[in-house]
């Protein structure tokens, strides 16, 4: 059974700190996901990476892949509090087809 | 603009109705999924279908039934809806092929009374 485990669960982090959040899988996939949720919102894709040492950058946000460490990072650089919100990893299970594997969620809050 | 869309934003229930939650994808996706999302329990799917007519079972089945019957449209019916299954409900499709990335919908956040 897949395993997906975000952590921190919980960061706050003050504007303008950079900070990392680690997304590691337990079985072999090629890739993986990172969602935004904002509070009472659905869930907003952010990246989609495909293959080992992909990285993808928007903004304030970079994520990256390690499929030999089965780790993906989502950094975030100068932190404003606009990117207050819940960050999902979902990892693709390769062998049940179609379904994905969602880690718990890092709950980020970006003080003032 | 592509796009997942919801019958009902909210919707409240008393318990032992019957409830049916749509969801409608206007990408011409072969999977489509409904995940419950609770606090402290993450994401949790219920059922997915790859394509017409084909489902399986997710993680938490328990107490839900789906009917896909046309490609863009997935339903999640509740037989008799009970206070346990007050939640957010969200519907996504994805394409099997390409990115394979899953699109969600705008969820609906049922309470059961």
């Known amino acids: 059974e897949l395993k997906v485990e975000q952590n921190p669960l919980f960061l706050s982090m003050q504007e303008g700190k950079n900070y990392t959040i680690y997304c590691n899988y337990s079985t072999t996939s090629d890739r993986l996901y990172w969602y935004r949720q904002d509070p009472g919102k659905s869930l907003e894709s952010l990246f989609v990476l495909l293959s080992n040492g992909a990285v993808k950058q928007e903004g304030r946000l970079m994520a990256s892949l390690d499929t030999k460490a089965r780790l993906s990072t989502l950094h975030i650089t100068a932190a404003v509090h606009d990117l207050s919100a819940t960050y999902f990893c979902a990892v693709d299970e390769k062998t049940s087809g179609s379904r994905l594997t969602f880690g718990e969620g890092t709950q980020l809050t970006v003080n003032p | 603009d592509v796009k997942v869309t919801q019958s009902s934003r909210y919707l409240v229930k008393r318990t032992g109705e019957k409830v049916f939650l749509e969801c409608v994808q206007d990408m011409d996706h072969e999977n489509m999924f409904w995940y419950r999302q609770d606090p402290g329990l993450g994401l949790r799917l219920i059922y997915f279908s790859y394509d017409v007519k084909m489902k399986e079972k997710g993680d938490i089945p328990e107490g839900y039934s789906v009917s896909r019957e046309k490609k863009e449209r997935f339903s999640l019916i509740l037989e008799s809806a009970s206070t346990n299954q007050t939640s957010m409900y969200l519907c996504?499709?994805?394409?099997?092929?390409?990115?394979?990335?899953?699109?969600f919908g705008p969820g609906t956040r049922l309470t059961v009374t």
């Open positions: 996504a499709s994805r394409s099997p092929s390409g990115h394979r990335l899953i699109l």
